[in-house]
């Protein structure tokens, strides 16, 4: 069982940068692949970024791609997204999510559906 909670989303102008944390309780932190995902009023929840267990792997949505980057402390079982040049449509509420690579494949995940664990969400408001 995996605990997740997201911080660090607020309100800022278009342009700015955002941090968000995501801050996990549980065992085995090191084996999952771990998930960022994002939803607009009225749209589906949507991929932003992920990262292998072991870090080595990372993929991104084309909308964030040269924007965010996705990183994780093994020590401090935690996972981040740090956001700059952020846009008006990049407003939403933003979800960890965690995956178990099971047998340790060191793949990543773009669906939701594949994730089992995911946080309360946190907000992010840009503004234009």
């Known amino acids: 069982q995996v605990q997740l909670v997201e911080s660090g989303g607020g309100l800022v102008q278009a342009g700015e940068s955002l941090r968000l944390s995501c801050a996990t309780s549980g065992n085995n932190f090191r084996s999952y692949n771990m998930g960022w995902f994002r939803q607009a009023p009225g749209k589906e929840r949507e991929f932003v970024a992920t990262i292998s267990y072991s870090g080595g792997r990372r993929h991104y949505a084309d909308s964030v791609k040269g924007r965010f980057i996705v990183d994780r402390d093994d020590i401090k079982q935690t996972v981040s997204l740090q956001m700059s040049t952020l846009r008006p449509e990049d407003t939403a509420v933003y979800y960890c999510?965690?995956?178990?690579?099971?047998?340790?494949?060191?793949?990543?995940?773009?669906?939701?559906?594949?994730?089992?664990?995911w946080g309360q969400g946190t907000q992010v408001t840009v503004s234009s």
């Open positions: 999510a965690a995956r178990l690579d099971q047998w340790l494949k060191d793949q990543v995940t773009v669906w939701p559906g594949d994730y089992e664990y």
